[in-house]
DNA sequence: ACAATACATGAACAAACGTGCATTTTTATG
DNA sequence: CATAAAAATGCACGTTTGTTCATGTATTGT
C-alpha cells in the first residue's frame, strides 16, 4: 500500500478522532475549516485520493458518507474468535428464514465453534431445542439443545434435521439402496420414507435443513 | 431508565445495525423507508423521544448527527463474561488436583456457563471425557463430555461424578433409606454401594467429586 | 524551458437533510 | 362513549452537503 504523506496523514488522523469522538465522519466543510482549506474540493480532493489509495471508502451522494478502513495490523493471522453466540430456536418455521431475526428466537448460547468441528469465521450454525424423545436411543433427550450446522445435504448415518409437516424433527438420514428414510432412534417410532431433496413421497413435505454436528444438555 | 415500546426498541437496534454495518449513523429518511413511516416527522418523533428517554444524543441541525448512548448495564463491575474456558479433563488422578494444571487437561473448551446454570463470575467447573456407556440410559454416551460443577455434597437422583479406586465415574446418586449407591444408568451394570462422605463400606475407596450440570457432545 | 503532478480556489447547483407547524389517525384510559 | 395521549401525515422552508467545472499556484523532474 502506497505512504502517506504528512497531510494526508494528518487529514486521516482528524477523521478517525472525529469519529471516535462525534460517533459519525465529519463532513467536507468541516474538514476545510479543520486545515484552513477555503475550498471543499480541497478536501474533496484528498478524499478521493485517500480513497484510491485504499485508506478510505467514500459512499457517493451521502452525507457524512467516508468510512475508514481498519488495516489489517497482520499480527495473528488466525485471530478467530473462539466463541459464537449461536442463536438456538424452539421451532422452525415454515419457508426460508432468517437465523437473525429475533423473533424465533428462543433463547441464545455461547459455544464454542471450533470444538463442534467449524473453523468457519461465521458459522452458519443454529441451535435446536428438541422435543419428544425419538432419538432417546442416540443419547437425545427431550429438552436438549442439538446444534446444527446449515447444509442441504447429508450422508448415509448423519443426524439431521428436517422440516415435514410444518415441523422441525429430529432423525437419522439413511440411504437404503435407493430410498431414503429419516429414522428415529426408538423402536416405538417408525421410520419416515422419504425421497430425495423437496420431492414428496406420500403427501409429505420435507427438506433437509441441517446435520446434527454436537449437542448441548443442561440439567 | 424508562421502558421502551417495541416500536422504539426496533428503532434503536436499527440505528445500533446501521452503524456497524455503515460506520455513520442513518438519516431521518432513511428510517423513515426501513420503517415504512411516510413522513420525516415520524421518525424524527421517535428520535426524540429516544433522545429525552436518554438513549440516544441528537446534534441539532447537523446531517446523521444522531449517537447512541452505551447504557451500562449497571450490574457488577466485575463484568461477567458470558464464556468461560473450561478445561476437559482425560481422567481424574488420585488425591486432592488442581484445575489449573496442565497436565491433566485433556483439553479446553469455551462454554457459557450461564447455560449451565453457574452465574458465578468465576466457577468452578470442569468437562470429563466420559469412558464406556454405564450412564447410556441417561442420554449420555462413550466419549461426551460432562459439565460438573465441583461440589461435595448431591441430593438424591442427582448424577454426579465421583472418584471410586483411583477412577472417576459417572453414576446416579441415590439414597435409599440410609444408604447411598451410586447407580449406572444401564441395565448390564450393577449400583456400586458406599457409605456417606469419604468413609468407604466394602473397601470401596470413594470420594464425591461434584455434580453434572450439563453436557457437550461433538459429532 | 517544458510538462507533469500535487494542491488549492471560487462559484454555482441539485439533491439531501433537519426543522417547524397544522392536522389527522390510532391507541390507550377511565 | 368521551377524552387524552401517542403516533403518523403532509408540506413548505432554509440550511447543509456532495458534486461539477474552470482556473490558479507551487513543486518536481527531464
Do not use: W
Not at 482528524?14 to 459519525?24: R, V
Amino acid at each position: 500500500m502506497a505512504e502517506l504523506s504528512s497531510k494526508q496523514q494528518q487529514i486521516l488522523d482528524y477523521i478517525k478522532t472525529y469519529l471516535k469522538a462525534q460517533g459519525y465522519p465529519p463532513t467536507l466543510r468541516e474538514i476545510c475549516k479543520e486545515f484552513s482549506i477555503s475550498s471543499t474540493n480541497g478536501a474533496r480532493y484528498h478524499l478521493h485520493r485517500l480513497q484510491k489509495m485504499g485508506y478510505l471508502e467514500i459512499d457517493p451522494h451521502r452525507s457524512r458518507g467516508v468510512k475508514c478502513i481498519e488495516q489489517e495490523d497482520d499480527n495473528q493471522p488466525s485471530s478467530k474468535p473462539s466463541f459464537f453466540k449461536m442463536p438456538v430456536l424452539g421451532k422452525v418455521p415454515a419457508g426460508p428464514f432468517d437465523l437473525a431475526s429475533p423473533d424465533l428466537r428462543e433463547d441464545e448460547v455461547t459455544i464454542d465453534p471450533t470444538f463442534f468441528g467449524s473453523s468457519m469465521a461465521e458459522p452458519e450454525m443454529f441451535g435446536l431445542r428438541v422435543k419428544g424423545d425419538s432419538m432417546i436411543n442416540a443419547g437425545i433427550n427431550d429438552g436438549d439443545i442439538v446444534v446444527v450446522r446449515v447444509q442441504g445435504d447429508a450422508n448415509n448415518g448423519d443426524i439431521v434435521v428436517a422440516r415435514l409437516e410444518e415441523e422441525a424433527t429430529v432423525k437419522r438420514y439413511r440411504k437404503e439402496n435407493r430410498r431414503i428414510v429419516l429414522q428415529p432412534e426408538n423402536p416405538a417410532y417408525a421410520p419416515i420414507p422419504i425421497r430425495d431433496e423437496g420431492g414428496a413421497e406420500q403427501g409429505q413435505d420435507v427438506s433437509l435443513l441441517g446435520v446434527v454436528v454436537g449437542l448441548i444438555r443442561s440439567m
